[in-house]
């Protein structure tokens, strides 16, 4: 390559470097102090590399490789490994000084330090330099990352887990109230207290093989501490075993932890000290599994997933690979190969995908735990982070993009325009493509016709002549009522009455015939309160309205209560079910409101799918928080989160009503294809029909702003139910 031949390069004289053993053959690991980064190199490579001295050209340290063994490398690797060592900035050329080269590296460093710190969702405060501690303790308790130790970490592990096990319906139960305020400071005390032991633990790992540990701190995720301990120089130890048992410190004392408060838990009776053991295990674990165990985020897992395929910075290849892949993409340059073997490289890009699709996945639900949890605040901290996590980034890779440091000459009208048609696909797709989507709304099935049987007067119920079930005819007396006051008033109102008559009669004999009129109409008040008492009184006795099948839940509970007028009884069903109350959501009513009188699919819910067809009738012009029937609700069982409203008394006992936590519109839906036999009223159903009038960017805002809404009222609902 005649471009080897007049290129010279430097490498690094503040690079600290040691040997290592790796799967039998000898092999160098470099490090980075100004960037913090580590390399993994093999001999031949590092001999090639510590050639390059800033007076010898690359084609002359090739030759004085090939005159040294026969593992020389060829000058195709020598340019890919150039490469790689400029762009990892272990390397540079004689006419960029080294104190100038030093000092932009450590201002850029300093500027993305910045650009960090200018994000408020992510902040790491250095405390300490705890180096000094842990070597005093290291006599003491040392011995925790040791083999003898292992021999009782894994019994005690085991055992905690069979406790957890045989009384995982318990466990399970008691989930639901962790997150409970009294059980907040308890839950944090013991997070922090697990905290502390897991960045200990990683420390005392670290000394132990012969590392040091310069910095303990902490970060701020959304304003909540995470410890951190700066174990890097665990890249530097000969054994990737070793440095493996570093990354996993942390997590093999919180497993030993939660062992132990599973055992504790298991033994102890309802109580503060069982309490405190579960959010121990609760905390451990989640902790453990999905965080400090994940490869994809940069925790312990990310460490040991990368001692466990011999890439030192896996991230870093990673990084690079896709942002070559852009380069590629915009400029048409070729990808710079990495200095990995083939099957590695695939970790690489695998790798490389899967953990940037974790990072936006992470990045936006921060974000959006942000805005949910401040209010109005949050709009600035979710702002920030943006710039923070999207736009720096975004700037980032357009410079890499530009730079003209690449050995292909950049194509910038393919870059304009790959970029435009990027930019025109997404517009058509997410403006233009209509969304193949169903729109849904949950419902009840109920008989039809349905008629409420109501008390039309007050009074005692003496008796209750029908059963659930039972088949009755029209005008059928159903119960019967009592009510003495009222006779009472209505014997009254008759001698009131009679004696207004008398006065009358008496006043027409002596001639006062003013007085009579006065008299008469008073009369017609009376006999007028009468006939509305004898209704009242007529009230007493219910019947059917219609002839039908009786739909009623204890009805054996109104014996001898007094109930007010217009307290529901029972139900009177002349129909099978044919008829659909829907719940459906604001985003959604304009749709329904759109389809009615047009066809509809009823999903009934039973062991076997069941499809129906039925014809939308009716939509409300309005939302309510009202519950349209008590089987939607979530406190039946149904999908509708709902709040206690009020509290109304039903025969003798108090009856709790619910209301919706958002509006719904209310809607019915009338089946046009025969129930299957065995399928009874009040069974939840799903009913939908396919949209094709709003685009996928539109479908997407929609169901974006529905998750936001109902999570900031789901956050409001809760903060008023909270005790103070």
């Known amino acids: ?294 490869p994809l985020m940069r925790f312990d897992g990310y460490y040991i997933l990368a001692d466990l395929v011999d890439i030192p910075n896996l991230y870093s290849h990673g990084q690079r690979f896709l942002a070559d892949m852009a380069r590629w993409l915009f400029f048409g340059t070729r990808p710079q190969p990495v200095p990995l073997s083939a099957g590695r490289e695939w970790v690489v890009r695998v790798y490389a995908v899967l953990a940037l699709a974790w990072r936006v996945l992470v990045c936006t639900s921060l974000l959006v735990a942000a805005y949910a949890l401040f209010h109005g605040a949050g709009i600035v901290l979710a702002a920030a982070g943006v710039v923070a996590w999207y736009i720096v980034p975004l700037v980032q890779l357009i410079r890499y993009l530009a730079r003209k440091d690449h050995p292909e000459p950049l194509n910038f009208r393919r870059a304009w325009g790959v970029a435009a048609g990027l930019v025109i696909a997404a517009y058509l797709v997410f403006g233009w493509v209509p969304w193949p989507g169903r729109a849904s709304a949950p419902g009840v099935l109920d008989y039809w016709p349905l008629e409420i049987v109501r008390c039309e007067s007050p009074g005692f119920v003496r008796g209750i002549h029908v059963r659930s079930a039972q088949r009755v005819t029209a005008d059928q007396v159903l119960a019967q009522l009592e009510n003495p006051e009222l006779e009472h008033e209505i014997t009254d109102l008759a001698v009131l009455i009679e004696q207004s008559r008398l006065r009358e009669r008496g006043f027409r004999s002596a001639g006062e015939f003013s007085a009579a009129q006065v008299e008469a109409r008073f009369r017609q008040t009376l006999q007028s309160q009468k006939a509305e008492k004898e209704k009242l009184l007529a009230g007493l006795t219910i019947r059917a309205p219609i002839a039908g099948v009786v739909l009623g839940r204890h009805l054996d509970s109104f014996q001898g209560a007094f109930v007010q007028r217009g307290t529901e009884i029972l139900a009177v069903a002349g129909g099978p079910p044919r008829e659909i109350t829907l719940a459906i959501d604001e985003s959604q009513a304009r749709l329904f409101a759109e389809r009615v009188g047009s066809s509809v699919t009823v999903y009934v819910a039973s062991a076997e799918p069941i499809r129906l067809q039925g014809r939308l009738v009716s939509v409300t012009p309005y939302a309510s928080k009202r519950l349209p029937h008590e089987a939607l609700g979530a406190a039946a069982g149904g999908p509708l989160p709902v709040r206690p409203h009020t509290v109304s008394h039903e025969g003798d006992e108090t009856a709790l009503r619910w209301e919706l936590l958002n509006p719904y519109v209310e809607a019915t839906v009338r089946l046009s294809s025969p129930l299957p036999r065995g399928i009874r009223g009040g069974g939840r159903v799903r009913v939908s029909f396919p949209v094709f009038d709003e685009t996928i960017g539109e479908h997407l805002l929609r169901g974006l702003v529905k998750w936001f809404r109902e999570k900031l009222d789901q956050a409001f609902a809760k903060g008023a139910e909270r005790p103070l």
Not at 30 to 39: A, K, L, S
């Open 1 to 294: 390559m005649r471009e080897l031949s007049n290129l010279v390069l430097k490498f690094r004289d503040d690079l600290r470097v040691s040997r290592q053993q790796l799967g039998g053959q000898s092999c160098y690991v470099i490090e980075d102090p100004i960037n913090g980064h580590f390399f993994r190199v093999g001999e031949p490579e590092y001999d090639f590399i510590s050639s390059l001295d800033g007076r010898r050209s690359v084609q002359d340290a090739i030759a004085l490789c090939a005159e040294r063994g026969t593992d020389a490398i060829t000058e195709s690797e020598a340019a890919t490994i150039c490469r790689w060592l400029v762009e990892s900035q272990l390397a540079h050329t004689p006419e960029a000084a080294s104190p100038d080269r030093l000092w932009e590296a450590a201002r850029t460093r300093a500027t993305r330090r910045r650009w960090y710190a200018l994000n408020p969702l992510f902040i790491r405060i250095p405390l300490l330099n705890p180096d000094r501690l842990l070597s005093a303790a290291q006599p003491w308790v040392g011995w925790l990352a040791s083999w003898p130790f292992f021999l009782l970490w894994l019994p005690v592990v085991l055992v905690g887990l069979f406790a957890v096990l045989l009384h995982w319906g318990e466990f399970a139960a008691g989930a639901q109230g962790i997150l409970a305020a009294h059980n907040w400071l308890p839950l944090v005390a013991g997070w922090a207290a697990l905290k502390l032991a897991h960045e200990t633990f990683h420390g005392l790992a670290c000394k132990r093989f012969g590392g040091h540990v310069p910095e303990y701190g902490i970060t701020l995720i959304i304003f909540a501490p995470v410890p951190y301990a700066d174990v890097s120089t665990a890249w530097r130890f000969p054994s990737r075993w070793q440095r493996i048992f570093v990354s996993a410190a942390g997590m093999y004392v919180e497993l030993f932890l939660a062992a132990i408060a599973a055992i504790v838990w298991a033994r102890s009776e309802p109580g503060m000290l069982a309490q405190a053991a579960y959010n121990l295990i609760v905390t451990a674990t989640i902790g453990a599994v999905v965080f400090n165990g994940n």
